[in-house]
């Protein structure tokens, strides 16, 4: 069943929204808030998060609070990967999370954590169990990223791509099992501390790993998971079956489905994490997408931690 509806994924980051088109993040925050209330019309039980950011940062919460865009929210998320690409340590993650419970009185989720097995496997492996001594008890929603990893004909949504070197390949070896499916060494230790830590894995349009994440993500005895309802896939033709499927199969887990990637013709920039030149319009893809999916009944309550 759906839990939880996400707006954005990491809009602070900048392969993810452009500041520069967007001075002050004056459309970002119309556009969530148009989004927060359009879910809120179709259920008024269905928790509204805050993409998660990446970096941490509490000035920028601080910023949408001042813009009452926190008024519409009932949570806030957090990436990190300091592993991989953050410029600070990983026991550091509970001085991080502390830093945004101090700006918000909003629970705050860890909606992406993850360590990539670049360089080796056993550096995932460790990461994993010290990530979730550090994490398990801290936050509500605590979502590993990733099952799978990226396949390598596909692309990283990054905007200088293979130009960042080692950075952008990390993108492909953040998976729990290989892209041929076969699993790694931290798929075991996952194992041991789900249903603890869910999943956040991302479905491409007509993903064809799809029932077979559904049975690994069984097998590892996860009970909650994030994904993506993306904005640009519904407006392809045959989305309809699609999106349903992706949804029915997806029913035995609590999922947290993230709204986002703008469709080319909708965007100011002609590109998929541009800002909408209409923020309307995403509003109204959000509020679609929880009458189709969820329903205005009530929804199962999440845990405070």
């Known amino acids: 069943m759906i839990e939880a509806a ?9 392969s993810h929204w452009d500041p520069v088109v967007d001075p002050g993040w004056v459309k970002f925050s119309e556009m969530v808030v148009l989004a927060a209330k359009a879910i809120r019309a179709e259920n008024a039980h269905l928790p509204r998060v805050l993409g998660g950011m990446s970096p941490i940062d509490a000035t920028w919460v601080q910023m949408l609070a001042s813009r009452g865009v926190l008024d519409h929210l009932d949570a806030v998320a957090v990436h990190g990967f300091p592993l991989d690409w953050n410029l600070w340590a990983l026991n550091d993650w509970p001085a991080k999370i502390a830093e945004i419970r101090a700006v918000t009185d909003l629970p ?3 909606s992406e ?5 670049f360089g080796a496997e056993e550096v995932q492996d460790w990461g994993l169990k010290r990530t979730a001594e550090l994490l398990v008890g801290q936050a509500p929603r605590i979502h590993w990223y990733s099952l799978y990893d990226l396949p390598k004909e596909w692309e990283a949504t990054t905007r200088h791509k293979e130009a960042e070197g080692s950075s952008y390949y990390r993108h492909f070896a953040m998976g729990l099992l290989r892209q041929d499916g076969t699993p790694k060494l931290a798929a075991e230790h996952f194992a041991a501390v789900a249903p603890a830590m869910g999943l956040c894995q991302w479905f491409h349009f007509e993903d064809h790993r799809l029932d077979d994440a559904v049975e690994w993500m069984k097998r590892l005895g996860v009970t909650y998971l994030r994904t993506g309802l993306s904005w640009a896939d519904w407006l392809r033709p045959d989305a309809e079956r699609w999106f349903d499927r992706m949804v029915r199969a997806l029913e035995p887990f609590d999922t947290t489905v993230t709204f986002c990637f703008t469709p080319e013709e909708e965007g100011i920039e002609p590109h998929h994490t541009s800002a909408p030149k209409d923020p309307a319009k995403f509003a109204e893809f959000c509020g679609e997408m929880v ?3 969820v329903g205005s009944g009530p929804t199962k309550p999440i845990p405070t931690v």
Request: cysteine-free; overall charge positive.
């Open 6 to 14: 996400m707006i954005w994924n990491e809009p602070n980051n900048k």
């Open 108 to 110: 705050v989720w860890v």
């Open 113 to 117: 954590v993850g360590v990539s097995t």
């Open 291 to 293: 009458r189709r999916y």
